[in-house]
């Protein structure tokens, strides 16, 4: 059976058409088919995902939920009790959260069934899931390529129709450039929307969750039900999730199209762009340019602010209170360095050394506090533009899917892949990755609609109204076969 | 193109995030660490005159609450995830630390 969209199986669950069960079965069967190709999951939890399911049908409540019987998956950063979480890291091997996060509270509340969790990079840090301590996970749209990163495996679950729903993280792009990748939806929320309480931290100013899907409508449900204010977590805004509010459409839609970071894609993939514009303009919108004078520094403020506070949230993998630790060791200085020497894998330790570098004495002004100065700059870039225009519109990622091992070897050229997602994180804005078009080799590209902060629902309509106009017919290989 | 970064800073900085990096890491880390701080030292070159530091976005402030006694996570689970513990006593176990 081919999965349903998040809405279609929900709403037939709630009808009694089909038992949350049997939706529960049909994802794990799809799952353990298309799965060793892809190596898309790290945790699959088959047990808890039935009993869970089988709890869903026996409530009234659960039964009618807005996501009732909807299988998801979790990134393997994301904490949900009793699951094995290891931020694809050997550092947490075996390790079981004694808690869940707020999002999967809410989302199992809202009768969802979780079938376990997806491979990313190494604690989120890396844009092709290649840092994975436990093997890459391949494209699903084709198996020499790279699903992106870092939530690469909730991407390919969602494309390869495995789940409707999938959860990532987004810190610096880790949701729209591998949802980019994949052809599918993929959304980062305003920072502050949706609760980082369970999330494994990487970048505190930066990270946020967020849904990847194969339609507007199924990011926007997961959003409402996960998002809003949670007392947990410090950073979150003190507001519920907006509701959709009346349905604007693309007619007098203000775009903006930052044209010298438009201008660094490749041909392909400013050619879908464009495609998605010209289509804009006929649907009577106004596109025009802004310009983004901060934002070609994006990529090196990022690298400096996001190591950096990397360096402070990963300090607490130190072999003492969760996960491994290195054996023989003699004393507790030699526990920690061991441990994280040991454990940790190269992408992560060169970001830590690169983070703890840039805020040491003597250090800290000239970069971190710099990049800070300049981090304003992009934030005020924004907001001049939003008074000029309701969105921004610019690709995703420079190139569609590289193959593996193409830019393993020099880290620099794989940060470079981040020029057009990080600008959202930077300054907390809301973003999505539509799928516009095929490369000539059968490969997604992708284009981004980002939005002023709190302009969340602004974002889903106008992603909506672009999804209606360029509806996305291509079917991922994989996915078809079943 | 930059001056190498000598792996001597490699190695303090490894040494200030307690992460023990094998020579050949230590040599790669300095290789490639000075191509990527080559290419964020175009952010020296951008006029910050005035500008205030942006810690993170919609800065709201200190978020309080009232000190009330709540409860929080059971101390088995907590000792629970830990490669070595004394549940009973409730301890974390680790070698020692005077003498380190």
């Given at each position: ?8 199986v929900?709403?037939?669950v ?29 945790t ?30 979790l ?6 009790a009793?699951l ?6 050997r ?7 004694p ?6 509270e ?10 376990g ?6 604690f ?22 790279a ?28 949701i ?15 920072f ?15 990270d ?25 977590d ?12 009346p349905?604007?459409?693309?007619q ?8 010298t ?15 998605a ?5 006929a ?7 802004v310009?983004?004078r ?5 990529v ?10 990397a ?6 993998y130190?072999?003492?209170r ?8 003699a004393t507790?200085?030699e526990?920690?360095?061991?441990t ?32 800070q100065?300049v ?21 995703t ?17 794989m940060?470079?892949n981040?020029?057009?997602?990080v ?6 804005l ?8 095929l490369s ?34 291509h079917?991922?290989?994989?996915g078809?076969?079943? | 193109?930059?001056?190498r970064?000598?792996t001597?800073?490699i190695?303090?900085?490894a040494?200030l ?11 790669q ?25 942006m ?7 200190l ?11 059971d101390?088995d689970?907590?000792?629970g995830g830990?490669?070595?513990?004394d549940?009973?006593?409730g ?6 630390v005077?003498?380190?």
């Open positions: 059976m081919k999965a349903g969209g998040a809405v279609e929900r709403d037939a709630a009808s009694g058409k089909v038992s949350a069960v049997d939706v529960c079965r049909d994802a794990l069967s799809r799952l353990s088919a298309i799965d060793p190709q892809l190596n898309a999951f790290r699959i939890a088959a047990d808890r995902a039935l009993a869970r399911a089988a709890a869903v049908d026996a409530s009234e409540n659960l039964r009618n939920g807005p996501l009732a019987g909807v299988p998801i998956a990134k393997d950063n994301i904490c949900a009793g094995e979480v290891t931020a694809s890291s550092i947490l091997s075996g390790w079981r959260p808690y869940s996060a707020t999002v999967v809410r989302l199992e509340a809202a009768g969802a069934v979780i079938l969790t997806t491979n990313c990079d190494e989120a840090m890396g844009s092709s899931t290649e840092n994975s301590a436990f093997g890459p996970t391949r494209n699903p749209w084709a198996l020499d390529r699903p992106g990163g870092s939530s690469g495996g909730s991407a390919a679950a969602v494309a390869a129709g495995i789940v409707p729903l999938a959860l990532g993280s987004d810190t610096g792009g880790s729209r450039q591998p949802a980019g990748l994949c052809g599918i939806v993929g959304f980062k929320p305003t502050g929307r949706v609760s980082r309480f369970g999330l494994l931290a990487f970048a505190s100013s930066l946020q969750i967020g849904p990847l899907a194969r339609t507007v409508e199924d990011a926007a449900l997961a959003c409402a039900v996960m998002g809003g204010h949670d007392p947990r410090a950073t979150s805004l003190n507001e519920p999730w907006p509701d959709r509010g349905r604007v459409g693309l007098g839609l203000r775009i903006g199209v930052p044209r970071l438009a201008d660094g894609a490749d041909d392909q993939v400013r050619q879908g762009f464009e495609r514009m010209d289509a804009a303009r649907a009577g919108a106004h596109v025009q340019d310009e983004l901060y934002a070609s520094h994006g090196a403020i990022y690298y400096i602010i996001a190591t950096a506070e360096s402070a949230n990963l300090a607490r130190d072999g003492v969760f996960g491994t630790r290195a054996g023989g060791a507790l200085d526990l920690y360095s061991r994280r020497g040991d454990y940790f894998g190269a992408e992560v330790k060169r970001r830590i050394v690169l983070g703890t570098y840039v805020l040491s004495a003597g250090y800290y002004d000239a970069y971190y506090r710099k990049a100065q981090r304003a700059c992009v934030a005020r870039d924004y907001g001049e533009a939003f008074e000029r225009v309701d969105v921004i519109a610019c690709p990622s420079p190139s569609p899917a590289f193959r593996l091992g193409e830019k393993t070897a020099d880290p620099l050229q940060y470079l981040d020029v057009f997602t600008g959202a994180n930077l300054a907390g809301p973003a999505i990755n539509l799928p516009c078009a000539a080799e059968g490969l997604p590209i992708g284009f981004q609609l980002i939005g002023p902060a709190r302009g969340d629902a602004r974002v889903l309509d106008a992603a909506a109204a672009f999804e209606e106009l360029l509806p996305w017919t079917g991922c290989p994989i078809a076969q079943q | 193109m930059p001056d970064l000598p001597s800073e190695a303090r900085a040494r995030a307690r992460l023990t990096l094998t020579e050949d890491e230590q040599q880390f300095a290789t490639q660490l000075t191509e990527v701080l080559g290419y964020v030292e175009q952010i020296q070159a951008v006029d910050t005159d005035g500008v205030q530091p810690s993170h976005p919609h800065a709201a402030g978020v309080e609450r009232a000190d009330d006694v709540r409860p929080s996570l101390r689970a907590a000792l830990a490669p070595e513990a549940r009973e006593a301890y974390f176990k680790v070698p020692r005077l003498g380190s």
